[in-house]
């Protein structure tokens, strides 16, 4: 029946990776492989048994003495269904009843969500969001999404992938098309990518600026802003206006007050962050406490949250 013990799978479109969690929550295994990102469903699920099967043995378990496996992938998940839909980082997992082609295979729980769901759970429970009756977890990154801790649940809406705040619209029909189809969304200008299309699309009018389309990613800029770089201040300053423009909206729609910010993007600390709470602050006239904090489970956040996708309930 289980003894309390989870495995988490934070399955990313880099690396693959697995954490065996005691009924403490504490992590006392880990294992990690790189993405085959040109897989099908069913060969990504036979490396994901695999490696769960070698887990376990080199722990002395089997499959029936876990209480279930929690995966988290960056992927349109029907929840309810646990079929992957969509997975831009590896295309070739499409429409895919995940769990249960694992469930016939390994004979325990299966939980299959999607990664911003993991790090919100994670964050609510075990990070900057403990104490809070509600949360909104905002990962800003190579891409930008979120997820919904409501009355201490998840809010997953009717499908599944509700907190997809990167792809509320913007500009509508204006500015650069992002992979959701849609041009003027929030994602296309409020993330790491956004940030580097940003920089090579202003190069031609900014002469002056040490950048270069090759040094067009988050660390350069930062760099680039301690020197006092014209382009590196107006790329971090449209960061966080259009960061705080859907906080906002996302504030105005849930009022939720507390929201946790991960992902690459927190890299940039109280330089980008600071004016992201003071264009909230700009917009928000109402004056009860809104909390801005940043992430504190690091790299393991999405094998937290798959663990506790298991514990959910």
Known sequence: MGNGYVIGIDA??????????????????????PTDICATGESFSDTIIENIRAILDRNG????????????????????????????????????????????????RIVLDNDSNAAALAEYRRGAGRGSRHLVYITAGTGLGSGIIIDGNLFRGSYGWAGECGHMLATPDEGLMCGCENRGCFMSY?????????VRGQMTYCATTILSPETADGEHVLEAYHKGDALAIE?????????????????QMLNINRFVFGGGLTNFGDVLFDR?????????????????RLAELG??????????????G
């Not at 693959?16 to 880990?30: C, Q």
């Not at 980082?89 to 249960?100: C, E, L, N, T, V």
């Not at 790329?235 to 504030?251: K, R």
């Not at 790299?299 to 959910?312: S, T």
Request: hydrophobic residues 40%; charged residues 20%; glycine residues 10%.
């Open 190 to 198: 409020a993330s790491g990518r956004a940030m580097s299309a940003h």
């Open 299 to 312: 790299g393991d956040i999405g094998l937290i949250g798959a663990a506790e996708f298991v514990r959910e």
């Open 61 to 108: 378990m089997k499959d029936t003495d876990i209480n279930g496996v929690g995966i988290c992938m960056p992927s349109f998940i029907l929840f309810d269904d646990g079929v992957v839909l969509m997975t831009s980082a590896m295309p070739g997992i499409k429409q895919f009843p995940m769990r249960d082609y694992l469930s016939k295979r390994i004979k325990t």
């Open 235 to 251: 790329t971090i300053e449209t960061t966080a206006h259009y960061l705080a423009v859907c906080a906002f909206n996302v504030y």
């Open 276 to 292: 992201v709470k003071a264009e909230f602050d700009k917009y928000n006239h109402i004056p009860l406490p809104v909390e801005f």
């Open 12 to 33: 990313g479109g880099t690396k693959v990776a697995y954490g065996l969690f005691n009924p403490a929550g504490e992590r006392i295994d880990r294992a990690q492989h």
